[in-house]
Every structure is written in structure tokens, then in C-alpha cells.
């Protein structure tokens, strides 16, 4: 079902909605005579489950399909508030419904849009409606061609605009209906938890409990993203099994003091349905991410296995929620979250299913202080091969995805992770049971200290040297080979499981051998840059800043971009930059016609600003020749010499297809 959904993402056009939905029913016409015949019905169901991956995407796409803005607009916005966040610096991050904006008509009108305010005293309550003067913007593309596009990410959030206000907002229409109670209530407690906790752990543990991470500060994400433990911060399946798993051992174990109870009823079953009562609120709390509800799809398998007398942790359940997850939301497939759970959740079940480990891991069953050690042991032990496990299954799907390594993670996560389960989460579940009461103070003020000294944690190991190692981009052909061999390693029982490492160490050796461009050029022909003999990036400036820290974090240099930006080859001056290496083309950088023409006569490559005349163009004495309406029609390109002294481009439009997310024409405001 996965290969299908990865089929329809990776094809270049749109394909027909009809036929992608008409697929999966021929081919369950054609499964049901294959069915009893043993060689033919395992192909045929295969096929079938990959039709309808491919149908769930396509018709996925069409139910998100809304207006996106062709151009940056400016005007007055009214709209009604869908979600605000307040951020580290005070300001607010907004989602809004628009009813109005900029005179534009309604049928044109994004179904959402993002709003930064970064004005003092701006006050959004969820569900009012309000109005404001706020600058918007195109979702952008990507800075790199088969880079990261927010563009499709936010098409399925249904977001057609991004930008800031330049008013406070004015409130049209007071917030009304269950979703603006919910957001409303949801945003009480976040303010509850970091008003008495306070400082940045106050902002961490409103993030753990509300999923409003906004307000974390900069250098406290990074030291933990450092230390391993940036997992901590989505609410995911950890959490979800911490809270719910919480409220089933508290559940049990008081129905278990009742002996009537425990004797004579299935309490086990009762505490599961109190537990899967419990999740789904801590989903509704938590603002319903999309990492979050796939956590809570995969709890609730659990609890209702419980509940039917099945399993709780079995291949078997997480392969169903993979399936109503694919089925539901086919683009979570694309995103690192839903790749490194499950990767996570299926090697570490693999894992644990051996007798050995189980035995190694397990607890004595007898209490009493003389049981006490090994109980420490095998908790110790545990946490150290999840760690370990947990941290090889993910390890390079992150550094793919984020082009980062942790390298002491498994440090950072055995020093942190006892902390997160055995005071900070049941914490959590206890301040809000005491929160109605006013009785909260004393579980946050402990959840607090736990949250405290996870983040001294996290600021120590992301200290030691190379913590936050950077690595290169991969191509993909070596991410799948690493995902298929772990998957045969996993999923057979049978001594042939081990011939996974072979793809794997495959995987690993071609996770450097995609060549990488000799000349990048940023989509609004506002930076460029270009690679060394020796194989770093020379900035042509160091800004725009997000764009040159992603072409340095893509190329796994650590730099900042203006050290990038100084180099003895790069000359530049008010009428734009020239590149000379010896053994290296002339790559010249013209900020003017005037400029352009100048570089013409002795750059090989010439990369122009602004529009190039036709006439000017034909009589360029430069190989090649990329100007503006160029980078409008392509976006973000790059170049790549060959041996043979040919020149590859590639473009970021090249790269994304004619699909519903990609803009079929760029416009600037002056067109």
C-alpha cells in the first residue's frame, strides 16, 4: 500500500482521479478467482493493496484541492481564527479561515491561511472572527531542486497563503461553537502549565501536554535536537503510551484493591476502555497533530486488542494502523515523522520477541528490597536497548531527512528518558486530573523539576564535541535499500532475516555517491553559489539567510553563511559577483543588464538578475546564460559539469512535476 502511494507522489503529472479509483475495483475482480491459487493470489493481493494507496492519494489530493495564491498580495484580511500559537519572542503564529482579503473574490479567497504577528498585546481567541492588514504570500517552493517542498506540505493542510500582519487584529465576531470551546480550553491549560512552571521548562511542558511548541526557545530546541531527544517534543507514540498507559495502570490498579472486582470481573478490559477514554482526550488537548493522531490510532489498536482477548503489541497491529493511516492521510507516507515511528515501532517489537531479550529485560515477579537490584537492572538494561534499537531504526531516515546525526543520542536519551516516564508524564496526567480543583501546583511544580533536568541533560551532552554532526544530502536509491533490508530483518523469523544487512550495508556505501551541483541558484535569482575544487560552497552572499543556511545544511556544512561568503575566488561589487578558480569555469553573477553584458566576454557561465532581452541573449559570448525569467519559469536550479564538459541542469519545477501544489507560472507583483 506504501509502494502505491509512493507511486502516486513520485509520477510527474496528476493522474486521472476516475482511473486511479477505478483500479483497485478491477483489480479485487480479478483477486477474487486468483485467491485459492497459492502462486498467483500473494501477487495479485499485493497489487490490490498498492491500487488502493494510489486511489487514496489521488483522492486525498482532490478533498484538500483549494484556491493558493498566484502572487504577493497586500489588503485588508477577515477571518476566522482556526489556531494561534504564541511564540518564544511573545508574537503569535495564526491559522485563518479567510472571508475576505484584498478585494479578491470569493472563489478565490485560500481555504487558510498562516499569519505571523509579531506585534505586543495581540490578542487571537480561536474561533473569533477578525480583521487585520497582513501581507501574503504564495506557499514558497524549494530552495533546491528534489528538495524539501512546503508547498505540497501545506496543500494538504489546506493552506494557500503564508505571510504577517502589519495591524493588531480587530475582533469582528466572538468565538463560537465546540471547536473554538476546545481551542479555548486547550489554550488555558498551555497558559496554566507555563504561568506556574515558568522559564523554558514551563514552555516545554505546555508543549508535552498542549503540542504548543512555539514558545520553546531556539537554543533549548537545539540542545536537545543535539543530545537525541528532539522526539521528546512531538507528542508521538511515546507520549500517547506514557499517558495512556498511565491511566491504565492507575485504572487497573485500583480496581485490583477491590478483591470482588479483581476476582469476579475483567478489570483488565475496564481499564482499557478507561485508557482509550483517556488518550482521546489527551489527542483533543494536544491540538490533534498529525503525529499525534497516528500515535492515538495505534494506542487504540492496542487497548481494543486488550478489550478482544488479542495481543496488545504485535507486526499485526502495527501493520493495521500503517494501513488506516495510509488509507486516511496517504501524505503522512512522505514525512520523517510517520517513517522514523514506525521504523521505530517495528524493529523494536522484532526485538523484543526474542526469548533471549525478553529474559534479559524482564522484571522478577516477586517484590521485596532483595529483587530491588535486578528490577534497577532490567529497567537499565531495557532502556538501553530501546535506546539503542529505537536510535538505529531512525538514525538514518533523520540524517536523510535532516541531513543531522546525534551522535551521542543513546547518552542523552538513557540519561533523559527516566525522567520523561516516571515523572514528567505521570505528572502531567496527575496536574490535570488536580486542575479542576485548583490543586495542580504541586504535580506541575514537580513535572517542572523533571522537565528542568532533562533539559540540563540535554544542554550537557549537546556541549561534548560533535554532538550535532552534519552530513550531506543521500540520494534516495540509498535511504530504500537501508529501509528494505531493516524490513527483511524485522519481519522474517527464519535464519535468512540476516541477509537484510546485505542491502543495508549497500545502502550505507552509496549514501555518498549522488554527485552534487557545482552551481546553485536561488529560485528569486537573489543568491548563488558555487562549489570549490576542493568540494565546498562559496556563497555569493550571505543572504537571503534561510536560503543559504539550507544549501549549507544540504551540503553538510556547518558553516555560518557568512564565512560561506568569503572566499579569495569570489569578487563581488555593486554590479553583482564573479567566480574565478583555476582548472574551474568563470561563473559571473550580474545584478544589471549593464553588468551582464560586461560578463558576457569573459564568464562561461553567466547568471543575470534581472530579465535578459532576446537580442542581448543571442550575442552573449558566455556557454550558458540563466537570467531571470529563466529562475520564474524553473526555480531553483542547479548545475553540475561533467567530465565530457557538459553542463546538467536541473530545476526545481523539473523536479516537482505538473501537480496541484506546483504553481503552473510564478508571478512577481509588477505582472
Known amino acids: 500500500m506504501a509502494m502505491g502511494v509512493a507511486a502516486y507522489f513520485a509520477v510527474a503529472f ?20 486468483l485467491r485459492q491459487r497459492a502462486a498467483l493470489a500473494p501477487l495479485a493481493a499485493a497489487l490490490l493493496c498498492a491500487a488502493l494507496g494510489f486511489a487514496s492519494a489521488s ?52 481555504r487558510q491561511v498562516r499569519v505571523n504577528l509579531r506585534l505586543k498585546d495581540a490578542v487571537l481567541a480561536p474561533g473569533a472572527t477578525v480583521s487585520l492588514r497582513a501581507r501574503l504570500m504564495p506557499p514558497p517552493e524549494p530552495v533546491l531542486p528534489g528538495g524539501f517542498d512546503y508547498a505540497r506540505q501545506v496543500w494538504f493542510e489546506s493552506l494557500g497563503g503564508v505571510g504577517f500582519a502589519y495591524t493588531a487584529p480587530v475582533q469582528v465576531e466572538a468565538p463560537e461553537g465546540a471547536a473554538a470551546a476546545l481551542a479555548e480550553f486547550r489554550g488555558r491549560i498551555g497558559a496554566r502549565i507555563r504561568e506556574v512552571i515558568g522559564g523554558p521548562a514551563g514552555a516545554v511542558s505546555a508543549a508535552l501536554v498542549t503540542g504548543e511548541r512555539a514558545a520553546i526557545p531556539k537554543n533549548v530546541a537545539a540542545d536537545l535536537r543535539a543530545a537525541g531527544l528532539a522526539h521528546v517534543l512531538a507528542i508521538s507514540g511515546l507520549h500517547m503510551m506514557l499517558f495512556g498507559g498511565s491511566v491504565f495502570w492507575l485504572v487497573r490498579a485500583g480496581l485490583a484493591l477491590v478483591p470482588r472486582l479483581a476476582l469476579y470481573y475483567p478489570i483488565k478490559k475496564w481499564a482499557a476502555a478507561v485508557a482509550l477514554i483517556g488518550a482521546t482526550f489527551y489527542l483533543a488537548i494536544s491540538g490533534a497533530a498529525i503525529a499525534t493522531q497516528r500515535a492515538w490510532i495505534m494506542i487504540t489498536l492496542m487497548f481494543v486488542a486488550i478489550m478482544l482477548d488479542r495481543p496488545a503489541l504485535s507486526l499485526r497491529n502495527v501493520a493495521l494502523a500503517a494501513i488506516v493511516i495510509l488509507l486516511w492521510r496517504p501524505e503522512s507516507l512522505l514525512g520523517a515523522s510517520f517513517q522514523m515511528s514506525f521504523a521505530a515501532v517495528v524493529a523494536l517489537i522484532a526485538f523484543y520477541e526474542s526469548d533471549r531479550v525478553r529474559g534479559l529485560t524482564s522484571s522478577p515477579n516477586r517484590i521485596g528490597f532483595e529483587n530491588l537490584p535486578r528490577r534497577i537492572g532490567a529497567y537499565a538494561l531495557g532502556l538501553a536497548f530501546t535506546s539503542i534499537v529505537a536510535g538505529a531504526a531512525t538514525g538514518a531516515i533523520g540524517a536523510f531527512h535532516f541531513n543531522r546525526i546525534a551522535v551521542y543520542g543513546l547518552a542523552g536519551n538513557m540519561a533523559a528518558m527516566p525522567l520523561v516516564g516516571l515523572v514528567v508524564m505521570p505528572m502531567a496526567l496527575l496536574a490535570l486530573l488536580l486542575m479542576p480543583f485548583g490543586l495542580d501546583a504541586p504535580a506541575l511544580w514537580v513535572m517542572g523539576a523533571g522537565v528542568d533536568g532533562m533539559l540540563r541533560v540535554a544542554h550537557e551532552v549537546a556541549s561534548w564535541d560533535g554532538a550535532d554532526s552534519l552530513i550531506a544530502d543521500a540520494p534516495l536509491y540509498a535511504l530504500l535499500l537501508l529501509v528494505f533490508g531493516g524490513l527483511w530483518l524485522a519481519l522474517w523469523r527464519e535464519s535468512w532475516r540476516y541477509l537484510g544487512v546485505v542491502p543495508m550495508l549497500l545502502g550505507f556505501a552509496l549514501w555518498g555517491a549522488a554527485p552534487k551541483p557545482d552551481v546553485l541558484i536561488d529560485r528569486d535569482a537573489a ?49 553583482g559577483c564573479v567566480y574565478r578558480e583555476v582548472g574551474r569555469p568563470v561563473v559571473a553573477f550580474a545584478a544589471t543588464l549593464g553588468a551582464a553584458m560586461e560578463d558576457c566576454t569573459v564568464a562561461d557561465i553567466v547568471i543575470v538578475k534581472v530579465p535578459l532581452p532576446w537580442r542581448a541573449r543571442r550575442s552573449c559570448g558566455a556557454e550558458l546564460v540563466v537570467d531571470y525569467f529563466d529562475l520564474w519559469r524553473g526555480g531553483a536550479t542547479t548545475l553540475t559539469f561533467n567530465a565530457d564538459g557538459r553542463t546538467d541542469i536541473a530545476t526545481s519545477r523539473q523536479m516537482r512535476g505538473n501537480r496541484p501544489w506546483v504553481q503552473r507560472q510564478r508571478r512577481t507583483e509588477n505582472q
Open 527 to 575: 543568491l548563488f553559489a558555487v562549489r570549490t575544487a576542493d568540494g565546498q560552497l562559496v556563497l555569493g552572499a550571505a543572504r537571503p539567510a534561510y536560503t543559504a543556511e539550507q544549501w549549507l545544511r544540504h551540503d553538510g556544512d556547518g558553516r555560518p553563511p557568512r564565512e560561506a561568503a568569503t572566499s579569495p575566488y569570489m569578487n563581488c561589487d555593486a554590479g
Open 14 to 33: 496528476e493522474p486521472s482521479l476516475a482511473a486511479a479509483l477505478a483500479a483497485p475495483a478491477l483489480l479485487a475482480l480479478g483477486y477474487i478467482p
Open 59 to 110: 483522492l486525498r489530493t482532490h478533498l484538500v484541492a483549494g484556491p493558493v495564491l498566484e502572487k504577493a498580495q497586500a489588503g485588508l484580511l477577515t477571518g476566522r481564527v482556526v489556531s494561534v500559537q504564541q511564540t518564544e519572542t511573545g508574537g503569535l503564529v495564526a491559522v485563518l479561515a479567510p472571508r475576505a482579503f484584498a478585494g479578491m473574490p470569493p472563489d478565490r479567497l485560500p
